[in-house]
Nanobody, 110 residues
Framework: QVQLVESGGGLVQAGGSLRLSCAVS?????MGWYRQAPGNERELVARITSGGRTNYADSVKGRFTISRDNAKNTVYLQMNSLEPEDTAVYYC???????WGQGTQVTVSS
């Protein structure tokens, strides 16, 4: 059973930054960060392939950066210029699997 543990969420004012981490108990492959706000469906925020290619939701382009450290089996999500609309629980996920982290809450106050 692969485990994913997210960390780094919290409360921040609009315009602030947070860095999320996702530690995986196995070698990481293509990974994604997703988020789910109350009343909304879970949505893809950013993805990074095993080769390092990235893609982002239009709503976060230019503000968020996904990266990976293969030696640490960890994926990161650097979030800058945060907006209240970014408030959600953020999850990491291994592409093509049923493995998800427990989620970390990000709250952005206006």
């Amino acid at each position: 059973q692969v485990q994913l543990v997210e960390s780094g969420g919290g409360l921040v004012q609009a315009g602030g930054s947070l860095r999320l981490s996702c530690a995986v108990s196995a070698s990481i492959r293509s990974m994604g960060w997703y988020r789910q706000a109350p009343g909304n469906e879970r949505e893809l925020v950013a993805r990074i392939t095993s080769g390092g290619r990235t893609n982002y939701a239009d709503s976060v382009k230019g503000r968020f950066t996904i990266s990976r450290d293969n030696a640490k089996n960890t994926v990161y999500l650097q979030m800058n210029s945060l907006e209240p609309e970014d408030t959600a629980v953020y999850y990491c996920h291994i592409d093509g699997s049923n493995f998800w982290g427990q989620g970390t809450q990000v709250t952005v106050s206006s």
